[in-house]
């Protein structure tokens, strides 16, 4: 009868240091990349830690630093490919740092979001990315006082605190821009909640690009949409219940243009040959819907990497330097010169 096949027990940091024939503080050290030492030496404990297939206890050292090692994520609705595409560029971010992630959801309620942000705090994150919502600023401090904190949708620059914003006006002065430079001048808006700031800052782009090429802004033309694509479908209707004449409709956001579109189709109206429609986000799937959807582009997934580096810096103490890309117009195929 054989022996019974017991396993090799794992290697530990001391082992290490003897195969590397320096002390156990050395090889702690370079773990921690705070040691000065020769080449001769870190190679000699990398060829050691290969050899023997070491792995630091990660969760006792994140421990010894006094953290978790996770990050909390509040986003306001888990189902929409907006926040998936920030969320693919915050897991991207997170590669090889060591840290998880936590992610709850706000509802775009203010209460909600303190609650959330409050749970992740009582569980020990390390750090919070918020992205959006409606959480007043004054609130996001005080958490930050707890906890650092990178918000998206806000001009933060306080201690633990940091904010980023795009430039929504801009955006929607490009889309509107965009469609009077192809002889457009009847624009409709599909807008979003009155109180959601990034629809309220599109609706100054939209008025500005109006206003700058002579053309008052018609409140008939104006519909309100829940951002969703039921929501803009509903706002096709309500403009053509309205009775206004337009050539041309600009959406809030892509959601609401893909609804907008499907109401044009079920009133037989073409897209561009009839009706040109401009969304806002650059949703991946806004490459893909029939005909693909002219759109202002935000860098979502940039958006999640961005955010998420300014937050480690912020856990360590670093300076904060990272910016957003702008905003673009991408030009497609929902959109045509009008014909007179």
Do not use: C
Request: aromatic share 6%; no cysteine.
């Amino acid at each position: 009868m054989s022996a019974p096949d017991h396993a090799a027990p794992p290697s530990t940091l001391i082992d290490v240091a003897r195969q590397a024939g320096v002390s156990p503080s050395t090889v702690s050290r370079i773990l921690n990349g705070t040691a000065k030492v020769s080449d001769d030496k870190r190679q000699a404990v990398l060829a050691a830690i290969e050899q023997m297939n070491f792995a630091p206890n990660q969760m006792a050292q994140a421990l010894k630093k006094g953290r978790s090692m996770t990050i909390g994520i509040v986003v306001q609705d888990i189902a929409s490919p907006f926040f998936d595409e920030t969320l693919r560029g915050v897991d991207d971010g997170l590669k090889g740092t060591g840290y998880a992630s936590v992610i709850v959801s706000g509802h775009w309620d203010a209460q909600e979001e303190a609650q959330r942000i409050a749970l992740l705090v009582g569980r020990k994150v390390d750090g919070i990315i918020l992205l959006s919502g409606r959480i007043g600023e004054d609130a996001i401090l005080k958490f930050a006082a707890q906890r650092p904190i990178v918000a998206t949708g806000r001009g933060l620059n306080g201690h633990n605190a940091h904010g980023f914003r795009l430039d929504h006006d801009n955006g929607a002065y490009m889309a509107v821009r965009h469609l009077i430079e192809l002889g457009h001048r009847r624009i409709a808006f599909i807008t979003g909640p009155a109180d959601n700031d990034d629809v309220a800052e599109r609706m100054i782009g939209y008025t500005r690009a109006l206003r700058e090429a002579g053309i008052e802004v018609d409140p008939a033309l104006v519909a309100e949409s829940d951002l969703h694509e039921a929501g803009g479908m509903a706002a096709v209707d309500a403009l053509f219940a309205a009775g206004g004449q337009f050539s041309a409709i600009f959406a809030a956001n892509d959601l609401s243009a893909y609804g907008a579109r499907l109401g044009l189709y079920r009133r037989g109206i073409r897209v561009p040959e009839d009706m040109s429609l401009v969304g806002f986000d650059d949703l991946p799937g806004s490459a893909y819907t029939t005909p693909p959807l002219t759109t202002v582009r935000q860098p979502l997934y940039e958006m999640g990497r961005t955010v998420t580096g300014a937050l480690l810096a912020l856990i360590n103490g670093t300076p904060v330097a990272s910016v957003l890309p702008p905003l673009e117009l991408v030009v497609r195929e929902t959109t045509r010169q009008r014909l007179v």
